[in-house]
């Protein structure tokens, strides 16, 4: 189909104010938070309704035209990225809270609302949306659902598929589906479950029932200051081990501290090699002796001072710095590599002294800030990208960094998801016949690879042929028992 | 059969075949009698097993503990069981990572007793643990009453293996607690009635056993008083792990755990409103001790302030042993020849006039009635009894008419022929075929026993 045939016709179905096809405003969708790969798409559209996603889906299928959904296009794994061209549609004017049940403990939303935003809104209720991605600022629920995002309190309160109820999502044939709605036993398969995590490959979610979760009675915050990385990671293993459950448990090293620092006004010392940052929540009775606890733990690790944000302003500016930490690497480098993985958590200080040895062995500074209470590492590989060797080198220090983790009995993504950037780490973890269990999936959704194709299975191992692969089950068959 | 006998006891060896299962009616699966019984001693086995039953054109029937048996229709055709309860190793447990991977045949008791020496749990709650498996539990995707404070096997299950219709075996997830790491699978499998793949070995997310916890137990003289306490707490910001509404006769720790110790641990009768019949809600608070005793605090004031007629508070044994008969409640194993048990699903705020629906028409139909129900959940377990098989299929009919996700788990064989199991509304219908069609295009396992 000639593009401005196929431009008129989505104008038609979304609006002259929803399609973007200008090159110069098409290059700001070539590429999500992940730089390392990139991607042009035909066009864009911005619909504003789940009949109009219907339409654009049922266009493209006819068509056989990519469909890509895309949210605040923060993903780091290249998930929003249209590899093969292709028609994206965003969900920025799909931006509205529906309706706020608390009696059910639920809110409706479209995919496009902003996280944060949200738990603005359910504020004045005294409810939160509990997955908090350090992007909450811009990133949408749409994209959470999508990637299974975590956010530091997913260590005490579970990663975004535990807060998901049901979604509306459009199939590849333009039709509508609603997966659940908050009823907690329906009879049939998860297929929340399966949606949820399944990074834009599936369809499209034009709406969600997402749980809420009451705010907490109250909150503590302490930072407790190390003199290094291998203190603050054995005091988190060991705070899990003995059983106590903070709200967050998070890590900043002595670099990350350094972009940090000043911006945030943290007054930390150039003494500290690395903070842990320590919430507990809660009903207020038993907080302190919690609390206390976890402290006990820092000291006796080698803590060198704890320190309490009293109030809920030195609260939020922890949180703050803690958050925006990705952001001010800028401060220390041209560009980053942030890797995720996640190691079982009696692993971290022997993955951590790793990371260091890489970062030596590869010459790149590497800063570290991540979900340390769930064994989340977040290596960021801090480079100049216009140099070819530190190019290259920052790429074969994250292989080292994947190749140490899996060693350790960890995952090559924790919640940033697979997209295109992990997508050959695959087969480090999956056999083909893992693998095609889950192309299974995808096709009994997405028979033809329209959505957000070339993405997540390995490059060369299309779905379509996975699926396949196990559809000749019995000649496997024949062959193991013979 | 012979050919088929003989390839499988070549895999397994002869003590682990019963050929001629007739004479064990134990293993009949809802009154039909498998063509052979085998206890494979490992996945490989099991793999082994299922792929040789897929090539003779004989379908699988898997069967753990057998305590949910009864869940959904006979099988259709010719079948094997496949029983698991010989995979019940643990296959890795680091206590410090708070994870355990498990083969599962293992029993929940089992499980529990692994991780107790630890001060870790699982906290599924599950119906007689002694029986139940892991691999039951995962594909009825049985819940229990701390659902509210932990989530179910959904939120705890991190990793699964499975032996696919085909004999594949494939796995998912890993044994780290967060993992985007491709699609979750664990959720298509979870509450899937082993319709799709035989689950043979879970890893789990484990929750450190709290150092504190008591149970508030309020007597009510009306549902609605009962319901009031409970969007009461709903409204608070305690945080309960579990807030169970029970109607009919209160649940008697020692009957029903059978352990036959020689002192009641329970209330006695009357005590506090506990030992009699009636509208209960009971509130389980678990963690620190001063959390805990705030918990008994308030519960207990804001029960008083909504009419309770008593309020008994339990600890230690007594506490432990009126958890363990609330989750046999829902149990399908011992179901008598005159009950049926039903499983209500809706929203949380419908509740209420679901279980006012409910108790309004047993009385009407004159029939017996016990809820065990997940009060902030949305979720009840209802066991109906009543020697007038016409009242019973009445009383069904009417309910199922105003709630439609009401699922008959067990009850006579001539009912469950005839009415909509699974009740009136199962969504998205071809989609879910769609899938059943792409795991098990011959539908080889649990045959005409689920949705699809
Ligand atoms: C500074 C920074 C910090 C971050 N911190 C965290 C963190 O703490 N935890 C974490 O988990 N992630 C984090 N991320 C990653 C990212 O923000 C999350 O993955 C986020 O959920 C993506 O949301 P998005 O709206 O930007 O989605 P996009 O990047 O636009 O899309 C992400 C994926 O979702 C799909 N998608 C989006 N909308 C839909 C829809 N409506 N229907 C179907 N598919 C859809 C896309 O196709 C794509 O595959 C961070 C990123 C940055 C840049």
Redesign the interface.
């Known amino acids: 189909m000639e593009r401005t045939q196929l431009i008129e016709e989505l104008r038609r179905i979304v609006g002259p104010r929803g399609v973007v096809d200008d090159p110069h405003a098409l290059m700001t969708y070539d590429a999500d938070g992940c730089v390392m790969d990139t991607g042009d798409p035909q066009v864009v559209v911005l619909p504003t309704s789940t009949a109009q996603v219907s339409g654009v889906v049922q266009l493209a299928a006819r068509y056989g035209i990519p469909v890509v959904p895309r949210g605040a296009g923060t993903g780091l794994s290249g998930g929003a990225t249209a590899m093969f061209g292709g028609i994206v549609i965003s969900t920025a004017r799909m931006d509205k809270v529906l309706e706020v049940d ?4 639920r809110v409706l939303c479209q995919p496009g609302v902003i996280n944060y935003e949200l738990s603005q809104q359910l504020k004045p209720y ?1 409810y939160q949306f509990a997955p908090d991605p350090s992007s909450q600022k811009a990133c949408t629920v749409g994209g959470n659902i999508a ?2 995002s ?1 956010g530091p309190h ?1 260590l005490k309160y ?2 975004t ?2 807060h998901v109820y049901g979604v509306e999502m459009v ?1 590849a044939d333009g039709s509508v ?18 949606i ?3 990074e834009g490959t599936i369809g499209l979610m034009t709406a969600a029932w997402l749980k809420i979760t ?4 109250a909150v503590r915050v302490v930072l407790a200051l190390f003199p290094d990385i291998a203190g603050a990671s054995s005091a988190v ?1 060991q705070v ?6 903070p709200a967050a448990l998070e890590i900043m090293d002595r670099l990350a501290i350094k972009a940090v620092n000043d911006m945030y006004k943290l007054g930390l010392p150039e003494s500290a090699g690395a903070a842990l940052l320590i919430e507990v929540d ?6 302190d ?2 609390l206390h606890d976890v402290t006990g733990i820092c000291l006796r690790n080698g803590a060198i001072e704890v320190r309490p944000a009293r109030t809920l302003a030195e609260q939020n500016q922890v949180w703050a710095a803690r958050k925006n930490a990705f952001g001010a690497m800028g401060r220390l480098s041209p560009t980053y590599y942030l890797v995720d993985t ?5 692993r971290l200080p022997y993955t951590m002294e790793q990371v260091g040895r890489i970062s030596r062995e590869f010459d790149l500074p590497i800063a570290n800030v991540f ?1 340390a209470g ?3 590492l977040h290596p960021i590989i801090l480079f100049d990208r216009r140099n070819k060797s530190q190019n290259q080198r920052a790429l074969e220090a994250a292989t080292s960094v994947m190749h140490v983790s899996i060693e350790q ?10 997209g295109v950037e ?1 997508q050959d780490y ?1 087969t480090l ?3 083909t ?6 192309a ?6 997405d028979p033809h690879d329209l959505f957000n194709p070339g993405k ?1 299975f390995p490059k060369g191992r299309g779905c379509g042929e996975l ?1 396949a692969l ?2 000749a ?2 000649a ?3 062959l ?2 013979s | 059969m012979k050919p088929l006998l003989s ?1 499988i006891t070549s895999i397994v060896g002869e003590s682990y075949v019963i050929e001629s299962p007739a004479d064990y009616p134990a293993y009949a699966v809802q009154g039909r009698t498998p063509a052979l019984v085998v206890a494979p001693g490992s996945a490989e086995e099991l ?2 097993v299922v ?2 039953a ?2 003779a054109g004989v379908a699988v029937v898997p069967r753990g503990g057998g305590t949910m048996q009864p869940w959904g229709h006979p099988p259709v055709g010719d079948f094997l069981v496949v029983q698991t309860t010989r995979l019940n190793r643990v296959r890795t447990y ?6 355990i991977s498990v083969e599962a045949g293992m029993t929940m008791e089992y499980l529990d007793e692994t991780l107790a020496p630890n ?2 749990m699982l906290p599924l709650d599950v119906p007689i643990p002694a029986r139940s498996t892991i691999g039951g539990i995962l594909a009825t ?1 049985m ?1 229990g009453p701390r ?1 509210l404070g932990y ?1 179910t096997s ?2 705890l299950l991190i990793g699964v293996q ?1 032996v ?9 997830g ?15 499998y ?3 009635l082993g319709s ?2 035989i689950i043979v070995s879970a890893n789990f997310k484990l929750i ?2 709290a150092r504190a916890a008591a149970t508030i137990a309020c007597a009510f003289g009306s549902q609605a008083a009962a319901f009031a306490l409970a969007r009461a707490i ?2 608070s ?3 309960p792990v579990a807030v169970e509404y029970l109607f009919g006769p209160h649940p008697q720790p020692l009957s029903l755990s059978g352990r036959g110790e020689s002192t009641p641990p329970s209330p006695a009768r009357g005590e506090g409103g506990w030992g009699g019949e009636g509208s209960l809600l009971v509130v389980r608070a678990e ?9 008994v605090r308030d519960v207990s004031a804001m029960a008083e302030r909504a009419g309770a007629s008593g309020v008994t508070v339990m600890r230690d044994a007594a506490h432990e042993s009126v958890w363990e008969a609330i989750n046999n409640l829902p149990q399908s194993a011992l179901v008598d020849g005159d009950e049926l048990l039903l ?1 209500l ?5 419908s509740l209420e006039r679901a279980l006012a629906d409910a108790e309004s028409l047993a009385a009407r139909h004159g029939l017996g009635m016990r809820v065990a129900a ?1 009060a ?4 009840a377990y209802l066991r109906v009894r009543g020697d007038d098989a016409g009242a019973q299929r009445q009383f069904h009919a009417d309910l199922l008419g105003r709630w439609t ?1 009401l ?1 008959l788990l067990a009850g006579p064989p001539a009912l469950k022929a005839e009415v909509p199991i ?2 009136t ?5 071809s ?2 075929r ?2 059943k ?3 098990d ?1 011959e539908n080889r396992l649990n045959p005409g026993r689920y ?1 699809v």
């Open positions: 608390t009696r059910n403990g005294g990637n299974n975590g997913c579970g990663i598929a535990s199939l589906i609603w997966s659940g709605d908050g009823s907690p036993a329906a009879p049939g398969y998860d297929l929340t479950g399966v949820t995590g399944s009451r705010l907490p009675e293993s899990i081990a003995s059983g106590l459950l809660g009903v207020e009775d038993g907080l002796e919690l996640v190691v079982p958590r009696t979900h769930d064994g989340n009995g960890g995952v090559i993504s924790g919640e940033h998801g697979i992990k695959m973890l999956f056999s016949d893992d693998l095609a269990a889950m299974g999936l995808h096709q009994s959704f997540v699926a196990r559809k089950g019995v496997w068959a024949e193991k028992s | 390839q793999a082994h792929a040789t897929y090539a680091e206590p410090d990572d708070l994870t001060g870790q995707a819940d659902r989530g959904r939120d499975v696919e219709a085909s004999g594949r075996t494939s796995k998912a890993g044994m780290v607690v967060k993992n985007v790491s491709g699609f979750d699978m664990m959720k298509l979870t509450g899937s799709l793949a450190p056993r709903h409204e910001q305690l945080v963690g620190l001790p001063a959390a805990v005793e705030r918990h499983r699903s809706c929203l949380p705020a997940r902030l959940s949305g979720l996700q699922a699974w009740g509304e199962i969504p998205n219908l989609l879910v769609r899938i069609q792409e795991f295009p949705v």
